[in-house]
């Protein structure tokens, strides 16, 4: 079983930085993508930004040269972080950490990213 959980949103003014951190317990989680998505009102969940197990990274051309993706892996363990520079108002959304595996699809709670103008 894989658990996610999430941190790190919050408030901020457009131009700021914010990181986000998601802990990833579980034993495939070396061997699965580790990515963030982000749903706001009234619109689809998206993908932000993923990071494959060998290294394999994807952005939404919206954070292109903006957000960057990183991991830490460690025995059973992992951590997946998502720097967001530049944030602008659109970015506002609730940001999830996902983990695929082969057929598995594990969600984080969710954690909400607040851009003001």
């Known amino acids: 079983q894989v658990q996610l959980v999430e941190s790190g949103g919050g408030w901020v003014q457009a131009g700021g930085s914010l990181r986000l951190s998601c802990v990833a317990s579980?034993?495939?989680?070396?061997?699965?993508?580790m990515g963030w998505y982000r749903q706001a009102p009234g619109k689809q969940r998206e993908l932000v930004a993923a990071?494959?197990?060998?290294?394999?990274?994807?952005?939404a051309d919206s954070v292109k040269g903006r957000f960057t993706i990183s991991r830490d892996n460690a025995k059973n363990t992992g951590t997946a972080y998502l720097e967001m520079n530049s944030l602008r108002p659109e970015d506002t959304a609730v940001y999830y950490c996902?983990?695929?595996?082969?057929?598995?699809?594990?969600w984080g709670q969710g954690t909400q990213v607040t851009v003001s103008s």
């Open positions: 990071l494959a197990s060998e290294g394999v990274t994807s952005y």
């Open positions: 996902n983990l695929k595996f082969v057929w598995r699809n594990y």
């Open positions: 579980g034993s495939i989680i070396s061997r699965a993508t």
